[in-house]
C-alpha cells in the first residue's frame, strides 16, 4: 500500500495502469487481424451498443510481407518501419477509424512492436506493407531510418545471437528472440524513434498500447520510453490523461525474469490465468471448479488491479507463446464459454476478449503444421471484410466470438456488477458452483457429468430475472430461461448436465419490470 500512495504523491507512471474506458464500460476486445474499416463500424454498429470499453487492433506499423509461407499472421510482429500502411489499411483508413471509434466511446489500444524489427533472414528489397526498400541482412531501414548501429548484437553474448536460455536475464533482454533483430533500447536515438511512434498514435487518439515482447526489453528503457509519452488527445480524454499500458510479459514462473518487474510500468498480460482455468475447466490433474474459491491472487497471481486476464490470446490459442495445451478456444466451444462466463463474471483482473479467425489445422506430431495461417484473404493478399450474417454471425472464416450471445452478455454483465465485491460463494466441493457481485449479478455453473438442482442464496432483490446465457432479456420478456428470485433473495436453480451451456447469470438489467410479470 505505501509504495503505491508514494508513486501517486511523486507522480511516477502510475496513471499508465488505468485503460480510460468510458460510461463504465470495462472490458478490450482483440479484433485480431481485422481491418480498420470493419473495426470503425463494429464500433458504431455494435461494440458501442453492447457495452465494450476498447478494442487491441493488429500492429498499424509497416510490416515484412512473406511469402513463404503465404502472408503467415506473424509478418505483422516484424515491422520494417513506423509508417503506418499495413494489411489492416493504410493511414486514412486507420486515423478515420480511431476518430470513428472514439466518437462512439470505444477506445483503441495498439499492439506496439518496439522490441524489434523483422529477421535476420528478411533479405533485401521492398517486401513490405508500404513497399518501403529494407535490408534485413546489412540491419538497414531507411526509411525510420534505423542502420546496424541501433541493433544490440555488440551486447549479446552468446555464439549464435539467440536466446538460448531463459535463465540469463542478459541473453532474454539482449539476444535476438527468434532471430528478430533487436534494437539497442539504451541508445537515445532508438528512444527517440519509438516514442515519435508511439506518440503520433497518441495525437490521432489511441488510448494506449499492448506492448510486444515486453519481457525481452529492459524494464528501465521502457520506463524511460514511456515517461516520455504524451497525454491522450484532449478531444476524447480529460486533460492530462496518460496512456494505459499493458505489457506482454509471459511469466509462467520458474524463470529469473518475472511479471512484477514491470508493475511500475504499467498492467502486465497475466499468462498463469489462461493456462490455469482450461486446465480448471478441463478438469484436468484433478483440478475442480470449487478450487476457484480463491481464484486471483489466491491462485499465485499478480494482484488484480496489474493484471490483464484472457482465457485465450493470439498467440496460445495456436500453440505460440506459452501456456500449453490446457488453453481453452473457440475450437473447444462449450467450456471456452464456460471460461469466458467465468472470467467476465469474476472481479479478478481487466478482462480482454478473444476475437478470431479459423484455419484449417493440421495436427502432426501433437503440433499444428498450420499455427501460421492469416487472416480470411483474397488470392493477391489483402485481408477479406468481415461479412455479417443475418443472424448477427460473421461470414467468412471469421469467428467473432465478442458476438456469441453467452460472450457479449457476459460483457454486459461485468459492466453491471462493477465494483461489487464477490458475495454468496456457494460449491458443492466438485464442480458445481455459484457466485455473486453483491446485490447485482450471480451465476450458477454445472461443470459436474450430473445434474444441479440447488435453491441458493443470490443476493439479488426479490423478482423474475432473464437467464443472459440461454436468452435475452427482449422487449418485456425473456428468450431464454427465467428465474425466480424472492423477498429474501432465494432463487431454486436447476442446470442439467447435458445443457448445450451449463451455466445461468442473471443481473439487475435482466430483471423484469413488476408490469410485465403480473401481467
Ligand atoms: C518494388 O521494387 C520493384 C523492383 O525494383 C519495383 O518494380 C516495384 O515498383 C517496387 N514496388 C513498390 C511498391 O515500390
Ligand atoms: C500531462 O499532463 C500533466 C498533468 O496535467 C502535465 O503535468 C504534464 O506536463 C503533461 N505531459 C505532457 C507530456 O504533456
Ligand atoms: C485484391 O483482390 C480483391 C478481390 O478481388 C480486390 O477487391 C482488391 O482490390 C485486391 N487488392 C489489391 C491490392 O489488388
Ligand atoms: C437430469 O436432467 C435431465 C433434464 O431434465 C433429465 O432428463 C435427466 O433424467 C436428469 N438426470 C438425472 C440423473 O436425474
Known amino acids: 500500500m505505501k509504495l503505491v500512495v508514494l508513486a501517486g504523491l511523486f507522480g511516477l507512471t502510475f496513471g499508465q495502469n488505468d485503460p480510460h474506458m468510458k460510461h463504465e464500460r470495462t472490458s478490450i476486445v482483440h479484433l485480431f487481424e481485422w481491418r480498420w474499416e470493419d473495426i470503425a463500424t463494429e464500433c458504431e454498429r455494435y461494440l ?3 457495452g465494450f470499453g476498447g478494442v487491441q487492433i493488429s500492429p498499424p506499423s509497416e510490416s515484412i510481407v512473406v511469402t513463404n509461407p503465404w502472408q503467415p499472421w506473424w509478418q505483422r510482429y516484424q515491422p520494417i518501419s513506423y509508417n503506418l500502411c499495413s494489411r489492416s489499411g493504410t493511414e486514412e483508413e486507420l486515423k478515420d477509424m480511431i ?10 489500444y495498439v499492439d506496439a512492436v518496439i522490441n524489434h524489427m523483422c529477421g535476420a533472414g528478411g533479405g533485401e528489397g521492398n517486401h513490405s506493407s508500404c513497399g518501403t526498400y529494407f535490408n534485413a541482412h546489412k540491419k538497414d531501414f531507411p526509411s525510420v531510418p534505423f542502420s546496424s548501429w541501433d541493433f544490440n548484437d555488440g551486447k549479446c553474448k552468446t555464439a549464435s545471437g539467440e536466446i538460448e536460455n531463459y535463465n540469463d536475464i542478459f541473453q532474454v533482454r539482449d539476444c535476438r528472440l527468434v532471430s528478430l533483430l533487436d534494437l539497442a533500447m539504451e541508445k537515445d536515438y532508438v528512444r527517440v524513434k519509438i516514442v515519435e511512434y508511439m506518440n503520433k498514435l497518441i495525437d490521432m487518439g489511441v488510448a494506449g498500447f ?6 525481452h526489453m529492459w524494464p528501465g528503457d521502457l520506463s524511460t520510453i514511456f515517461d516520455r509519452l504524451n497525454n491522450l488527445s484532449t478531444r476524447w480524454f480529460p486533460t492530462g490523461s496518460k496512456p494505459f499500458i499493458y505489457q506482454e510479459v509471459i511469466d509462467l514462473g520458474g524463470e529469473p525474469i518475472q511479471a512484477k518487474e514491470y508493475f511500475d510500468l504499467g498492467r502486465v498480460t497475466e499468462f498463469k490465468y489462461s493456462s490455469k482455468l482450461g486446465a480448471v475447466v478441463r478438469k484436468w490433474k484433478n483440478e475442480k471448479l470449487c478450487y476457484l474459491k480463491n481464484w486471483g491472487e489466491g491462485w499465485a497471481f499478480m494482484p488484480s488491479d496489474k493484471a490483464v486476464v484472457f482465457v485465450d490470446n493470439h498467440d496460445n490459442q495456436r500453440g505460440h507463446g506459452a501456456g500449453g495445451a490446457s488453453v481453452l478456444t473457440f475450437w473447444d466451444a462449450r467450456l471456452y464459454k464456460m471460461a469466458m462466463g467465468l472470467m467476465l463474471a469474476h472481479p479478478y483482473g481487466l478482462t480482454r476478449v478473444m476475437s478470431s479467425y479459423q484455419w484449417d489445422r493440421r495436427f502432426e506430431n501433437g503440433k499444428d503444421q498450420n499455427d501460421w495461417i492469416g487472416p480470411p484473404s ?15 454471425t460473421c461470414g467468412e472464416g471469421w469467428v467473432c466470438e465478442h458476438r456469441w450471445r453467452q460472450i457479449r452478455n457476459m460483457v454486459a454483465f461485468r459492466n453491471v456488477v462493477h465494483g461489487q465485491p464477490l458475495s ?8 458445481q458452483i455459484a457466485f455473486g457481485r453483491g446485490s447485482r449479478g450471480f451465476t450458477v455453473i454445472n461443470n459436474d457429468d450430473w445434474n444441479l438442482s440447488e435453491t ?9 430475472y432473464c437467464d443472459v446465457i440461454s436468452g435475452d432479456k427482449l422487449s418485456g420478456g425473456c428468450t431464454g430461461k427465467q428465474l425466480e428470485v424472492d423477498k429474501d433473495g432465494r432463487a431454486y436453480f436447476f442446470i442439467s448436465n447435458k445443457d448445450e451451456d451449463p451455466f445461468i447469470a442473471v443481473h439487475t438489467d435482466s430483471k423484469l419490470s413488476k408490469s410485465s410479470c403480473t401481467l
Open 456 to 464: 441458493l442464496n443470490t443476493g439479488l432483490p426479490g423478482g423474475t
Open 99 to 108: 476518430t470513428r471509434c472514439n466518437n462512439v466511446g470505444v477506445n483503441i
Open 424 to 431: 454468496n460463494w456457494w460449491d458443492n466441493s466438485k464442480n
Open 210 to 215: 499492448r506492448v510486444d515482447a515486453s519481457k
Open 378 to 392: 483474397h488470392g493477391n493478399g489483402s485481408t477479406k471484410a468481415v461479412p455479417i450474417n443475418p443472424d448477427t
Open 48 to 50: 458501442a451498443p453492447k
